[in-house]
Nanobody
Framework: QLIETGGGLVQAGGSLRLSCAAS????????MAWFRQAPGKEREFVAA????????NYGNSKKRRFTISRDNAKNTVYLQVDSLKPEDTAVYYC?????????????????WGQGTQVTVSS
């Protein structure tokens, strides 16, 4: 129901725009979020956005280089990542929750995509 695209191999300092397209659900009813998981590490909250896009919440140290946005008409949420660093290498997941709070807790999200791999070379 959630399909992430836009990952790939990029050099440090570059940028990527990840997309998450939803099917079978209307994201206008959901808080949407991005998480990431690096090899051997726990899933980490990146950012969340309110149903109308007016409010956002970013994980620690994420606000300056990460920008979450959404287009409810296209049923799609985005994550812009700038000034990429090797430590940003991870699988990035899109998620959705009916809870109308910008929660950073993974277990509160009901829907998950399969993830898209982002690899940053130094």
């Amino acid at each position: 129901q959630l399909i992430e695209t836009g990952g790939g191999l990029v050099q440090a300092g570059g940028s990527l725009r990840l997309s998450c397209a939803a099917s079978e659900i209307s994201i206008s009813n959901y808080v949407m979020a991005w998480f990431r998981q690096a090899p051997g590490k726990e899933r980490e909250f990146v950012a969340a956005i309110s149903v109308d896009g007016a409010s956002t919440n970013y994980g620690n140290s994420k606000k300056r280089r990460f920008t979450i946005s959404r287009d409810n008409a296209k049923n799609t949420v985005y994550l812009q990542v700038d000034s990429l660093k090797p430590e940003d290498t991870a699988v990035y997941y899109c998620s959705a929750t009916r809870l109308l709070i910008l929660t950073p807790l993974a277990h509160q999200y009901e829907y998950w995509g399969q993830g898209t791999q982002v690899t940053v070379s130094s």
